[in-house]
């Protein structure tokens, strides 16, 4: 996957697919719907959290969730300065980041696993709000900064291959 704004960020497909039938949102959708695959973004200043940082994607899970499964993880070693994860049973997620030693989120927010819904969520150096569908679902005071590191992006999954999403992923935004 080759990102389209100039800025050198660029995805390596991890035995994933690009989407197709049914199921895919457009021919670009990334179908990682098998459950053994994902996408890696390599280290990158413009993936840091930031003060005024946001992300934003669609995605639709296959309903076939064992464990938790991360829909998009940066992490640098074992520390995370955001992730989106599905909750086991598969029906509800989290966005979390790292805010100096500690996790916070705004809340789990309940899903249909067989529909496309946009995920959007940002900092702006004082609430962290997350939204599902263009609704507020979530928003949580946090002053501190957060945590800033330069490890690799994993959509689908941790940048490892680990905690692996089933479904498709697409439009994936960072800003």
Known sequence: ??????????????????????????????????????????????????????????????????????????????????????????????????????YSDNGAFDFNQYQWHCLATTFDGERLKTYMDGVLSGSVLKPNPVFIENGDLGIGGSPDGSNLFKGWIDDVRLY
């Open 1 to 102: 996957a080759i990102e389209t704004e100039g800025s050198g960020v660029n995805a390596v497909l991890v035995g994933a697919n690009w989407g197709a039938g049914d199921n895919a949102m457009s021919r670009g959708s990334l179908d990682i719907s098998s459950g053994n695959s994902f996408a890696r973004v390599d280290a990158h200043p413009n993936l840091q959290a930031r003060s005024g940082f946001s992300f934003m994607l669609w995605f639709k899970s296959n309903g076939v969730v064992a464990d938790y499964a991360q829909i998009l993880s940066k992490r640098e070693g074992v520390l995370s300065p955001y992730f989106i994860q599905v909750e086991q049973g598969g029906a509800h997620l989290k966005t979390l980041f790292r805010f100096s030693s500690t």
